[in-house]
């Protein structure tokens, strides 16, 4: 699993597009067979709509330090999720805690997952090709307790100019996110997409948490969809 350290705790969203360098979105899809999260395999575009397990693999952990991103437990097993599921819920349903852990000093830390394709691909591979027509990604999720707030993201990996790593040679074309204040009941959010192609998407999804606290966040996510 490829994880990768931020350099400061503020403005996670800023952050999370700004680790990589500067580099041109990937080329159109070849239609050549590519690897997908079960093992099978799967020739051109993704169709919609689609669950986002089925194409991409949360295994982009990062964060202001190790000991933050190293102390993020996520589990794709769907029956520890509070029951019953969304109706008509897709894919797997994901449980995280953490247990933030502040530094010396500073007033907060933060951390996030990206579910990404083909799996660690921080910008050294082509993403996956999506069939035009996208809108949207929708999502349920839910707090422990309620009152957790956690950003929402698709794309946004490699897309800022003059960011320090070297060696990507491939980004996401777009990025878009929601910030959302959970409750403890299910609820359904919605990331609205602009119309961009998708030929080449690395980050399929994902979340971001800012914590002031040593207290720990748990939360679940479930029925990630692109759609038309």
Known sequence: MNRRILSSATAPFALLVAFAACSAPGSTDTGDTDPRPDGS??????????????????????????????????????????????????????????????????????????????????????????ASGATKVTFAAVGATGGEQVQFLVGGINTTPGAPDAGLSYADSFKASKLVTLTNTWATYEIPLTGDEYSQVIGGFAWSITASSATPITFYVDDIQWSP
């Open 41 to 130: 395999t799967q020739t051109g575009p993704t169709s919609l709509p689609f669950a986002v397990s089925d194409e991409f693999q949360p295994t982009g952990f990062m964060g202001d330090s190790p000991a933050d991103f190293n102390a993020i437990t996520m589990s794709s097993d769907s029956s520890q999720c509070p029951s019953p599921r969304v109706t008509g819920a897709v894919g797997v349903c994901y449980s995280v805690t953490w247990t933030p852990l502040l530094a010396a000093g500073a007033p907060s830390a933060w951390v996030g997952v990206y579910w990404q394709y083909p799996a660690d691909n921080w910008g050294t591979q082509a993403g996956r090709a999506i």
